[in-house]
């Protein structure tokens, strides 16, 4: 904190009679930018002082606001300590007012107090309660998901075509270039990391498999998921959480429009769409990625590199990331538009829905792949 | 002579190619409630960015404090913003912190007091907007008319010697208008404090204003100043008493 410099000269003057009666007389500015520099000094010399009464004189100040009235409560809380009264002479009444402002601060530090006490009880209660609102929000909206769905179905004219078709644009076609270089680069690093290990035993035509069959069942999907939840779901959840905040959910509420057909479903929908070609499209770079490193750094014919891909994938493998996908595509599209519907405050709740919406989804993707990944084991 | 703080001269506004103002020229005097009115769409706003320099003018200057505000370094602009509290049309509280962190945010850059008088700073503050008890709120958990207090004692953090009001009493019911109306009465005489207040509010005209100023979208230039109380029935604008009066665009046409 800066201390400003100038006014470390006294803008005060200390005069002590012989029986101890200490008169303090302001002059000049009491202001914002003198206060901190007269709370310092004042309060300092003060310390070594016993008054048996104490008067502020402030006839010459030229200027009082309520920094100058902070002071004057600083030091009526310094002299309390040893027992003594501050009492004022203000013949100029510069200071008018002071009592009026006073008093009224002694009513808002009663509250203070007792609020200070009521906090920590409270805080402990709201989060406790917040615990079981959230899940309430969660479960209802799952329900409002799963009844929109089926309304859609009876009623396929009710869906917002429009939307569903800018919402696949913006999470589809809009991430494939970004899809389409991660895969790429990640299948070129993928075969040439294990290209190092098979060449030792001559087993180079098997980075075709190794690359096809990681990045079909298993990176292709969690990829592209990972993607598309950092572009599309933090999307959802921003979009859906500002107009949660500026009342524009209440007003299409009120207009007869179900929210969640109105704003969740397209999202949803377009996600399940978009997001198992997502993931072929990835699947298809990294094999080329893969393709790249076999024939030119390992001296594989492309013929060779291709049959050898083909014969590892089976449907069974595009069918399981295909279904993966599925999932983490509805996923990323509930939480998104779940954390947006949540959203509660101002502008930094926005963000905060935003980083939640991500974060989640991540976290459930990795779950129910591993979950995945388990119930795979059993089946086969 | 009275003492001139802040004075706009030939000032020039525009959007893209669209002039907003033109040619205006204006001064607020030491001390006084200066009121800028107009119709939706006149400028009043537009010409409140310009006085503070949050919009720069296609030509004029704009002089507080004798330097002008269009023209001059960064360093003693935002000295001059200093002495100059700002309540927005929407409050413009920051969201993510509470009342009591708004109110403090000026006062702990600016005046190098420690924690414990800041606080005390921000239930004076509090006290004076008439909001005491509610530091910890979010702006989220406040009503409209509790947010323009919030904003009013931000903007008064500092004692500004010059107060911009944009639309203070907009959106709020006539009780809780009236009450800020009286606020702005107070605080231009418990601490001095010039005021501009940008409104279209005809109470808050006849209660606080003792100067106005109006804009017309036509002319985009100034087309009345003086005592509202006079220029109502005394105006020689007929557009001039009609906004004050309330009438109707044509007078007397339609119902004869």
Known sequence: MKKPEQFKSKSYDISEDKQGNITVRFHGKMDVQSSAAIIDQLLSEIDSLSPLSFTADLDDISHFDDFGLLVLIELKKAL??????????????????????????ERSASIVKRKRLQRLIEQVGESALEVVYNFRVFASFLGSVILSFCHIFRHPMSLRINDTILCMEKTGVNALPIIALISFLLGLVIA???????????????????????????????????VVAGRSGSAFAAEIGSMKISEEIDALFVMGFDPTIFLAVPRILASII????????????????GLVVGVFILDLTTSSYLTQTIKVLNLFEVCWGISKSIV??????WVGCLKGFQTKGGADAVGNAATSAVVSSIFLIILFDSMFAVGRSYWR | MEEKLLSVRNLVARYGDEVILDNISLDVFKGEILVILGGSGCGKSTLLRHMVGLSAPSSGSVYIDGADITICDTKTLHNILKGIGILFQNSALL?????????????????????????????????SVELEGYE??????LSGGMKKRAGLARALALNPKLLFLDEPTAGLDPIISSEIDDLILQINEKFGTTIVIVTHDLDTIFTVA?????LDKKTKSIIAEGNPKYLKDYSPDPLVRQFFNRNLKTETAWLQ
């Open chain 1, 80 to 105: 309390k300590k040893k027992k003594c009264v501050l009492s004022l002479t203000d013949n100029s009444s510069k200071a008018k007012n002071i009592h009026i402002l006073e008093s009224d601060f």
């Open chain 1, 192 to 226: 040439f990391m294990s290209s190092l290990q098979l060449e030792q035993f001559g087993a180079n035509l098997y980075i075709a498999s190794l690359v096809s069959i990681a990045m079909v069942s298993e990176l292709g999907p969690i990829m592209t998921a990972i």
């Open chain 1, 274 to 289: 978009v997001v198992p070609l997502l993931t072929l499209f990835s699947d298809i770079f990294a094999i080329a990625g």
């Open chain 1, 328 to 333: 983490f595509a509805i996923i990323i599209s």
């Open chain 2, 95 to 127: 969201s993510s912190m509470t009342v009591g962190e708004n109110i403090a945010l000026p006062i702990t850059e600016y005046s190098g007091l420690d924690k414990c008088s800041v606080d005390i700073l921000i239930n004076l503050k509090l006290c």
């Open chain 2, 136 to 141: 910890d709120y979010l702006p989220s958990q």
């Open chain 2, 210 to 214: 003792k100067r106005i100023i109006m």
